[in-house]
């Protein structure tokens, strides 16, 4: 007779923070104080100022970065956010939606070698988004040119052992989580392909609470990024300037048994960088004890 399936042990809550909201720190200070402050994790963007992904050496780099993050006890996510990375003109450009196919290319050739130092550092996951459609693009092509492009990063991805981890992100063709699904089936539901859950963007663009999202996302969460948020606002907050309620909010996130990394994503706050990233954490150790349902 077969077993209904147990649920999913409440998981212990591992804190990440982001290294885009630490630009003004070297990247071995930043990861230092991220240990000294308690955090088991890191959310890496492959940027100018931290392990840049298109300067030379970067294998000896990215070994030396995984030595230091095991000296420290830190897990990390590679994340590929960065503004001005690929162009120094156009934020996020080119994106996997460009009209132009070498352009396209360039950020499928970025995102090819974030698996790769991934799979160096050791890292749970890959994050990436679609881009903004572009002008004069319709929805059709612009869905297409993203699933094509995907294609090599997957092959990728599923080569190392890395999940790809695809953001909805306010105002991008990829958005929420039905168009996460909407892609995810495009792409005949590849194993490789997992979602970013970045809570504060369920406060600000979901139809459904944040909780709920987290259940409703469980099955496809491969990285999480948190921050406060208010309703229509896609603006990173520190924690308790937006409208979020986080004991529920991480308690649903704890029942579905999420193991990866929950990493503090604000961005706009280096000048504040290491006090926020110490509030950050007290914060969510007391939202999350508070959240308990055990």
Same mark, same amino acid.
């Given at each position: 007779?077969?077993?209904?399936?147990?649920?999913?042990?409440?998981?212990?809550?591992?804190?990440?923070?982001?290294?885009?909201?630490?630009?003004?720190?070297?990247?071995?200070?930043?990861?230092?104080?991220?240990?000294?402050?308690?955090?088991?994790?890191?959310?890496?963007?492959?940027?100018?100022?931290?392990?840049?992904?298109?300067?030379?050496?970067?294998?000896?780099?990215?070994?030396?970065?995984?030595?230091?993050?095991?000296?420290?006890?830190?897990?990390?996510?590679?994340?590929?956010?960065?503004?001005?990375?690929?162009?120094?003109?156009?934020?996020?450009?080119?994106?996997?939606?460009?009209?132009?196919?070498?352009?396209?290319?360039?950020?499928?050739?970025?995102?090819?070698?974030?698996?790769?130092?991934?799979?160096?550092?050791?890292?749970?996951?890959?994050?990436?988004?679609?881009?903004?459609?572009?002008?004069?693009?319709?929805?059709?092509? %612009?869905?297409?040119? =993203? &699933?094509? +492009?995907?294609?090599?990063? @997957?092959? *990728? /991805?599923?080569?190392? !052992?890395?999940?790809?981890?695809?953001?909805?992100?306010?105002?991008?063709?990829?958005?929420?989580?039905?168009?996460?699904?909407?892609?995810?089936?495009?792409?005949?539901?590849?194993?490789?392909?997992?979602?970013?859950?970045?809570?504060?963007?369920?406060?600000?663009?979901?139809?459904?609470?944040?909780?709920?999202?987290?259940?409703?996302?469980?099955?496809?969460?491969?990285?999480?990024?948190?921050?406060?948020?208010?309703?229509?606002?896609?603006?990173?907050?520190?924690?308790?300037?937006?409208?979020?309620?986080?004991?529920?909010?991480?308690?649903?996130?704890?029942?579905?048994?999420?193991?990866?990394?929950?990493?503090?994503?604000?961005?706009?706050?280096?000048? %504040?960088?290491?006090? =926020? &990233?110490? +509030?950050?954490?007290?914060? @969510?150790? *007391? /939202?999350?004890?508070? !959240?308990?349902?055990?």
């Amino acid at each position: 007779m077969t077993q209904p399936a147990q649920p999913a042990q409440p998981a212990t809550p591992r804190w990440g923070y982001g290294t885009n909201g630490l630009t003004d720190l070297r990247l071995d200070d930043a990861l230092a104080l991220l240990a000294d402050l308690g955090y088991d994790g890191v959310g890496l963007t492959l940027d100018h100022m931290h392990l840049d992904p298109l300067a030379p050496d970067l294998a000896a780099r990215t070994r030396q970065v995984a030595r230091t993050l095991h000296r420290h006890h830190l897990t990390a996510t590679v994340e590929t956010g960065a503004r001005y990375v690929l162009d120094p003109r156009r934020k996020h450009g080119p994106s996997l939606l460009d009209p132009d196919p070498d352009a396209r290319a360039a950020r499928v050739r970025l995102l090819v070698r974030a698996v790769q130092v991934a799979a160096d550092l050791g890292a749970h996951a890959v994050h990436c988004f679609s881009g903004i459609t572009p002008d004069d693009t319709d929805r059709d092509t %612009a869905w297409k040119r =993203l &699933a094509d +492009a995907l294609e090599p990063v @997957l092959h *990728a /991805a599923d080569g190392a !052992g890395i999940p790809l981890a695809i953001e909805p992100e306010p105002g991008h063709l990829l958005a929420t989580l039905a168009d996460f699904h909407h892609l995810r089936h495009a792409l005949g539901s590849p194993d490789a392909l997992g979602l970013t859950l970045d809570l504060g963007h369920c406060q600000c663009l979901e139809p459904e609470p944040p909780a709920d999202c987290v259940r409703a996302a469980a099955p496809w969460l491969r990285h999480v990024q948190i921050e406060d948020m208010r309703r229509g606002v896609h603006e990173h907050l520190p924690f308790g300037e937006g409208e979020i309620d986080f004991p529920p909010l991480l308690d649903a996130l704890a029942a579905t048994g999420y193991q990866g990394l929950t990493v503090v994503e604000l961005p706009r706050h280096s000048h %504040a960088g290491p006090d =926020l &990233a110490a +509030a950050s954490l007290s914060f @969510l150790r *007391a /939202a999350a004890q508070g !959240g308990s349902s055990t």
